[in-house]
C-alpha cells in the first residue's frame, strides 16, 4: 500500500534522516487503525517494571503474561507495541512482523530510592535491532539534577540508532530537583519538555497532558506578556506542539494514571483539538478485561479519526 | 539421550535467544538427578567470599578446599554448581565435563561498608568461556540506589553472555536504603524482584522465599483490592512465579541460613506446591558433614520428584 | 571569489592547523554581507533549549518553526547560523549550501538545578559533519567546578573537530562558585575567559562584553599597577582581544538580553571600536519582527563596515 | 635444572592457568636460596613511594640508589624483587635475567588522605612486559568503601596478566571503615583477607602475620563454636593458609615495621611452623647495612630450609 | 654535534627508555647555552592560564604575544620552551625546530574552586607529536585528595609519550587536604613529591625550592635520628637530588614568584651548589623586559656554567 499523502508530509519534516529511518517511522505511521492518517495510539507496557507486577497485572491476571500485550496491541489496531527488554523478548519471535515493536532502553523502579531521578540503562540499539523492532524508546527527566548523564546518554543512543535506520521516542517526564510535584505537568514545563526533546533529536516525543497552572517565575512573564492561551486542554496541547517545532515533531501524549472512561474519552478529545498526534495508553487499556479495553482502543481511534 | 518434552517446553519460552544459549540451558536442565523434570537443584558456594572462611567452612572443614565442592555437587547430582572466579578455577581443570559450571561475575563480602550495597564485578563472561562454564551469575541489590550501575552492568554482562551461548543467572536480592530489613523478604517485594530480573533479560531468577509481610503502601492496596493469596508459602511462590512473566521464567529459591532439616524440608514443599522450578542450597549441605549433606540433597530432590 | 588579504591575515594566525580547517574557517569569513572583512555577524538561536520556547519565541510566534532561523540568517547577510542538533537537522537538508552552519555541541537548560553549572554534551563532530556544518561550538563555564569535566571535553572536541577540518567555537562564559553573580562579567574574568578558550585551542571566542568592575583581588592589583585602561567599552574590548594572544584570536561578543535599539547600537560601536571581530547577535534579532531584525542586523553590520 | 618435586605440586593446584603464567610461577619457586623448596623469600622494595624516601632510605643512605635493591636480592638470594615502576625501569635493563621481578601495579602515599584508601594504579601489564617481569603485584584493602573500585580493577589486571603469561600477587590489607585499627590484624580479618585475594584468581597473596583478635562478632561465634586454635602464630598462619583453598594458594607473610632480629626471626619460625609459604621483607632488610642485611636474610631462609 | 659525556652518561639513567624517547631527552640536553653541560634552564609559560593574562602578562605587554616566547627561549639560549596547546599551537609552525618544545598536558586556572586541586587535562601526546614536541609537561599535586586521578592520569600520559618516543617531564608540587600551606616547600615534602615522580616514571622533575621546615611527624623523626643536613639551599637541595633515586633522575627548580635579581641568583646558587639540574624561569624571565630578561638568564646561567 503506497504511503499517504500525510505520511509523506509527516516524514518531509525529517529530511535530515537516512532511509532506513526514515522507512521505519513509516512502517509505524502506516499501521493499525489509524494508519495513513498521520495520528498514532500505542499501547506500553513497562509497568511491571517502574510499578512493580501486582500493581500492574493483579487487576487484570492475563496481563502477567508477556504475549498477552502484543495480542491486545494487533487486536485493537494499534500503531505499535513499547515494553522493555524483557517483556519483548518474551514474544518476538512468536509476534515477529505482526505489530511495530519500540524497545524501550531505560527504566525505573518503585523500590529504590535514588538522589535525583535518572533511568538506568537496560537495554541497547543491538538489541532492538536483533528483536526486530521499528524503534527505540529513552525517558529523560528534565529538572533532574542527573540531567547530564540522561541528555549524554541519549544523544548516543540516538546517534547509534539513527545508523541502524531506527528513530527514537522520547518520553520527555519532568522531574526532579528543579521543579515542584505539580510542576511536572504545568503547561511551561510540558512545553520545554517537548521542546528539549525536539532539539536532543527525537523523532517521537511523548509527554504529559499539561495542566493550566505555570512553574517557573520568567516563564509566567513571557505567558502574561505574550497572551499566551493555555485555558482549555486543547490550547496547552496547541502550544506544546507549537514547542516541538511549530509542530514539526510528533509529539504524542501519555494517558496517565487508570482513570473513568467518560474522562479518559474527555482527555483525547482535548488532543486531539489541540492538533496531538495521538496517545500512548497503558494502563488505562491492560488494566481492563480484554473486551474492555479493545473497545477502549476502539473508541480512541474513533475519536483520533474526527468522529465526535 | 534426547531432551524430555517438559525442557522442550522449558526452551520455547527463551525463543529469541540463539541456539548457543538454549544449549546451555538445556544442559543445566538435563544434568544431575532432577535431569528432565523442569526442576533443579544447584549448589552455590560463594560464602567463602560473602561471610568469610571462618563463618563458611569451619563447620566442615573439608570444605575448605575448593575441589571438595564440585565432588559433591556431581555426588549429590545437582543440576549445576555455581562459585565464584577463584573456586571453580581451582577444580574447573579436574573436572572438566563432569559438572554445569555457573561462574558468579560479582561478590560482596562483610569487610567493607559501602553507602548502598552494590557487589564489585569480580570475574567475566569471557572467563566463564575459558572455564567451561555453562552460565553466568549476577546479583542485584533491588531497592539499592546504586541500582542504575548495577542493572546496567548487569544489561551489559546479559548482552554478552548471550552473544557467546551462555545464559545468565539473576540472584535478585532486595537491599538497600528503599526499603526496611523486613522488606527484603516481603512478598511484594520478592515479587518485584523477580519481575525486574525477568525484565532485564535474566533466563533463571534466584529469590529468597518470600514471606507474608507486604512492604509498599501502593503494594499493599493492589494486594488487597484484588485479593490476592499470600497466606502460605505455596501461594507466595506461585505469585512470584507468576511475577516472572506468567511462569514463563525459571524461578528458584535460595535455602537462606543454615536451619534444622524438617524446617528446610517443610519449606521445599511450599515451593513446590507453588510452583516454583527449584532450590540453590549453600550453608544447609556444605557445613554438614558430607554424608548428611548427600542424603538432606537426596530428599530435596526426592520432594522436586513429587515423592510426599 | 578569491580570499580578501584581511581573511589571509587571520587565516596566517592559525597556522598549526591543517587546511581542512582553514578552508571552514574562510568560509565563514567570506561569506555574508561583512565578507572578506575580517569582521562576523552570527545568528545563535540555543535559547529554546536554553530558557524555553514560550520566553525565546512566543515574542515572535514565526521563531518556533525551525526554518524561520536559517532563512533570518540567509536574508540579514549573517556569516553563520549556530544552533543545536535537532534545530539544524530540522533544515540542514532544505538550506543545505545555503549558510555556514555552526553546530552548538553541548547545551543547557533551566528547569534543572546542578551544583555547579555544566552543560550537557548534546551532539557530536560527527553530527556536524554529517549536516555539512562550518564548525562546532561549545560552552564553557570557567569558574565552576565542573571545570576539569567541561575542559577535557572541550579537549577532545577540539581534536576530533580538527581531524575532520572543523574549527571550534567556544563559548566561555564564566559562572560557578568561584565567582559572584557581578564577577561573571567584570572585565578580568571576561578577559581571562578569553585566555582559557584560546589555550584549550579555540579558533572563535564568543564573549560577553565586560563591564568596569573588577572580580579578583590579585588581579585588582595588576590592573592598578599596569594602569590598564578599562574605563571605556572600547578600552575594555581592547583589552579582552589583547588577552586572546594578542589579537591573533577570533574574538566576538554577544548581544546579551534583548535591549533597545539604541543601547544595541552603542555597545557595537564600542565593540568595533575596541578591535573586537564581531557579534552573535540572538534574542536581539529573532525576538524582533522580521522587518525589524533585519534591519537591525543590517545596522549593525554597517557598523562593523565602518560607518558612523 | 628439572623443577623440584614440591614446585610440581604446587603447580598442579593452578591448573586452569595456561603454560605462560606456569612458567613464570616456576620461575621464582625455582630461583634464588630457596629454589625448589616451594618457600619463597621476596624483597619488596615500595617503601619510597608509600612512606617517603627519608623514612625508607636515609637510614641505609647506599638504599637511596634503586641498583641497591637488585643487587641486594641477588647476594641475597631471593627469589624476586618486587618494586614500582620508576624504580624497575632504573635497573631492568642492567640487571636483565639477573632476579625475578616483580611489578607492583599499583600504589598509596603518605601525603594525601583519601576518605576511604585506595591506591592508584602507577603502572600497567604492558609495563610488565616491557621490563621482563615475572610477575605483577596489586594491593587491594579489603575493608575499605571503595572496595568495589580496587577490586573491579583487580579483575582486569589478573585477566590481562594471565593473558600475557604473568601470575598476579595481592598484595591483602584489610584497612578502612569495615574495620577497627587493631581490626587490621585480627586473625579473622587476615584469614577473610586471603580468601578474597584467592577468590580473585591471585597467585600469590601476601598478608600481615595475624594478631588473636578477633574483630567481627559473626567471625567470633563461629572460632568459638568450631574451636578453631588462635593461641600462637604458627596456628593462626595454619589457619590463614587453609583459608586460602586449604593450602592450594601461596601464602607469604610480611614482615611489617621495622623490628629487633630475635623478635623477626620468632615470628619467621611461626610462619614456618604454620605452613605458610615465605616471607617479604622489606624494611627489615634494606634499612640495615648491607652486611647485616645479607646475614639477616640468609639467616630467615634457613629457618624456612627447616634449620631450627 | 656529538653527544658530550654528560649527557651519555645522564641518558645511561634511562636504560629502559627506547632509543626515541633517548633521543628527545638528548635534544633538550644539547640545544642551547647550556648543551652539553647536563645543566638546563628552561622558558615556561603557563601563567596566562593558571593566573590569568593581567597578572602574567600586563608587566610586559608584548608577552601576550605567543610568538614573543619562543623568541625570547631563542634568543636566551634556553634549553627548552614549556607551554599549554594553544600558545604552542599560535607559533609552532613558524618556530618549527627552532627551539625544543614541551607541551604542558594539564592546566588549572585560577577562577574556578575544586574541593582537591586537580587540573584538567587540557591536551594530549598526540597533540604533542603534531605540533613536532621534544617532551610533554604534566603537573600532580601530591597531598591532594584526588591523587589517584591525576597520578592515574599521568601513568597513562608516560605510557603513550614512552610509545611515541617522548621524555616526560612532571610539575610535582604538593598541594592539598593532606598537607599545610607552609607544607607545600616543606623539605620533606619536596623531596618526598619527588621521589613520587620519580617512581612514576618521569623522566625529568621539577619542583619547588625546599625550605628548611619538616611538615610531617613520621619524617621529622626520620630526618633527626638520621641528622639529615637541610640548614642551607644547597642541603637541601642535595637531599632532593637524591630523594629521586640517588640522582639518577633530572630534577630542576622552579623559580617561583617573581623577585628581585639578587635574590634569584642566590636561589640559582644554592641549587648549583646542591647538584641541581637546572631551573625553569617564567615569571621571573618574561615579566621584565626582553633585555633585563636575556641578560638574566644569561646569568642564570653562567652560575650554572660554574662561573662564580
Known amino acids: 500500500?503506497?504511503?499517504?499523502?500525510?505520511?509523506?508530509?509527516?516524514?518531509?519534516?525529517?529530511?535530515?534522516?537516512?532511509?532506513?529511518?526514515?522507512?521505519?517511522?513509516?512502517?509505524?505511521?502506516?499501521?493499525?487503525?489509524?494508519?495513513?492518517?498521520?495520528?498514532?495510539?500505542?499501547?506500553?507496557?513497562?509497568?511491571?517494571?517502574?510499578?512493580?507486577?501486582?500493581?500492574?497485572?493483579?487487576?487484570?491476571?492475563?496481563?502477567?503474561?508477556?504475549?498477552?500485550?502484543?495480542?491486545?496491541?494487533?487486536?485493537?489496531?494499534?500503531?505499535?507495541?513499547?515494553?522493555?527488554?524483557?517483556?519483548?523478548?518474551?514474544?518476538?519471535?512468536?509476534?515477529?512482523?505482526?505489530?511495530?515493536?519500540?524497545?524501550?532502553?531505560?527504566?525505573?523502579?518503585?523500590?529504590?530510592?535514588?538522589?535525583?531521578?535518572?533511568?538506568?540503562?537496560?537495554?541497547?540499539?543491538?538489541d532492538a535491532m536483533r528483536l526486530g523492532c521499528c524503534a527505540v524508546g529513552y525517558t529523560i527527566y528534565p529538572a533532574s539534577g542527573a540531567r547530564n548523564a540522561m541528555l549524554e546518554a541519549l544523544r548516543e543512543i540516538v546517534a547509534e540508532a539513527k545508523e541502524h535506520g531506527l528513530p527514537t521516542v522520547v518520553w520527555s517526564y519532568p522531574r526532579g530537583s528543579g521543579i515542584s510535584k505539580e510542576g511536572e505537568t504545568a503547561i511551561d514545563v510540558v512545553a520545554y519538555a517537548a521542546q528539549i526533546a525536539a532539539q536532543m533529536g527525537a523523532h517521537m516525543i511523548k509527554v504529559k497532558p499539561p495542566k493550566e497552572n505555570i512553574e517557573q517565575a520568567e516563564a509566567k512573564k513571557a505567558y502574561e506578556k505574550h497572551n499566551i492561551p493555555v485555558k482549555t486542554l486543547a490550547d496547552r496541547v496547541r502550544h506544546v506542539v507549537q514547542s516541538a517545532f511549530n509542530g514539526r515533531r510528533i509529539v504524542i501524549f501519555s494517558g496517565g494514571e487508570a482513570k473513568d472512561t467518560a474522562a479518559l474519552m474527555d482527555e483525547i478529545k482535548g488532543i486531539r483539538d489541540g492538533g496531538g498526534f495521538g496517545s500512548i495508553i497503558g494502563r488505562n487499556s491492560f488494566q481492563r478485561p480484554r473486551d474492555e479495553a479493545l473497545k477502549l482502543l476502539r473508541d480512541v481511534m474513533n475519536i483520533y479519526k474526527g468522529k465526535p
Open 1 to 126: 500500500m503506497a504511503l499517504s499523502e500525510r505520511v509523506k508530509q509527516i516524514l518531509s519534516w525529517y529530511s535530515s534522516d537516512n532511509p532506513g529511518t526514515l522507512t521505519n517511522l513509516a512502517r509505524m505511521l502506516s499501521y493499525g487503525t489509524l494508519a495513513g492518517s498521520g495520528k498514532m495510539v500505542i499501547l506500553p507496557v513497562d509497568q511491571g517494571f517502574e510499578h512493580g507486577p501486582h500493581r500492574s497485572f493483579a487487576a487484570n491476571p492475563p496481563a502477567y503474561d508477556p504475549d498477552y500485550h502484543f495480542q491486545l496491541a494487533i487486536d485493537a489496531g494499534c500503531n505499535a507495541y513499547a515494553a522493555p527488554l524483557g517483556f519483548l523478548e518474551a514474544g518476538a519471535a512468536r509476534f515477529a512482523g505482526d505489530i511495530p515493536l519500540i524497545l524501550k532502553l531505560n527504566n525505573s523502579d518503585s523500590l529504590s530510592k535514588l538522589a535525583e531521578p535518572c533511568s538506568a540503562v537496560t537495554a541497547s540499539v543491538k
